[in-house]
């Protein structure tokens, strides 16, 4: 089975960090990926990570740890266009390498 | 048009019709999916296909229906409607090997 937990909301303020953590437990871990949601919307990529440490990409950054089973984003200098949800996904292999998603966690951003 | 469009973006049907969702990609992509979205449990998906001809049930494949003749073209069809399939349902396209899906707009299915 696969379980992938995230806060389910977040408040934070305009200029200010926020980090999603998303914890996960998977048989055959082959990446995750964090997906940005405006309400109404498609789901767009934001990042990957399949090895330990960070990647950074801009005000966006995502971390993984695949031992404590363990990623989060951070999100820096907020911009009230952040406010979205922002859903965590597992790939693994074990499920025919498909990408199964957390339930997602609504952050607004606040002046 | 570039992309993946999904077809229609707002359906209301009774219970008991069949109903098919269209799905389009102009990439030429390998890889396509059907997801739904729900409240409280995100995005779980329906079913899978790796190329034409071929596809695969994914988490929550009862009731739905699906075929891929054309590489393009990944059609969703509920044979027989029921209320606990109203949802936003999403088609995504990838290539073999990418890192990320590319969603369509999705479809908002309402069942009566």
């Known amino acids: 089975g696969q379980n992938i937990d995230q806060p389910t909301e977040m408040t934070a303020t305009e200029g200010a960090i926020v980090q999603i953590n998303c914890t996960y437990q998977?048989?055959?871990?082959?990446?995750l990926f964090w997906y940005q949601q405006h309400a109404g919307e498609a789901p767009t990529f934001l990042s990957y990570?399949?090895?330990?440490g960070l990647e950074e990409k801009g005000r966006f950054s995502s971390f993984l740890s695949r031992s404590k089973g363990y990623s989060y984003l951070l999100l820096k200098e907020l911009q009230m266009k952040d406010s979205a949800s922002y859903l965590c996904?597992?790939?693994?292999?074990?499920?025919?390498?498909?990408?199964?998603f957390g339930a997602g966690t609504r952050l607004t951003v606040k002046p | 048009d570039a992309g993946i469009t999904q077809s229609p973006r707002y359906k209301i049907t009774e219970t008991g019709r069949q109903v098919t969702l269209m799905c389009h990609q102009t990439?030429?992509?390998?890889?396509m999916f059907w997801y739904r979205q729900d409240l409280g449990h995100g995005l779980r998906l329906i079913y899978y296909?790796?190329?034409?001809?071929?596809?695969d049930k994914g988490e929550v494949p009862d009731g739905y229906v699906v075929s891929r003749s054309k590489t393009e073209n990944f059609p969703l069809t509920l044979e027989s409607a029921t209320r606990s399939q109203t949802s936003v349902y999403f088609c995504?396209?990838?290539?073999?090997?990418?890192?990320?899906?590319?969603f369509g707009s999705g479809t908002r299915l309402t069942v009566v």
């Open positions: 995504a396209s990838s290539e073999e090997g990418a890192y990320g899906y590319t």
């Open positions: 998977t048989s055959g871990f082959n990446g």
């Open positions: 990570n399949v090895l330990d």
């Open positions: 996904a597992v790939r693994d292999l074990t499920n025919n390498n498909d990408m199964r």
């Open positions: 990439w030429s992509h390998s890889y």
């Open positions: 296909s790796a190329a034409a001809d071929i596809t």
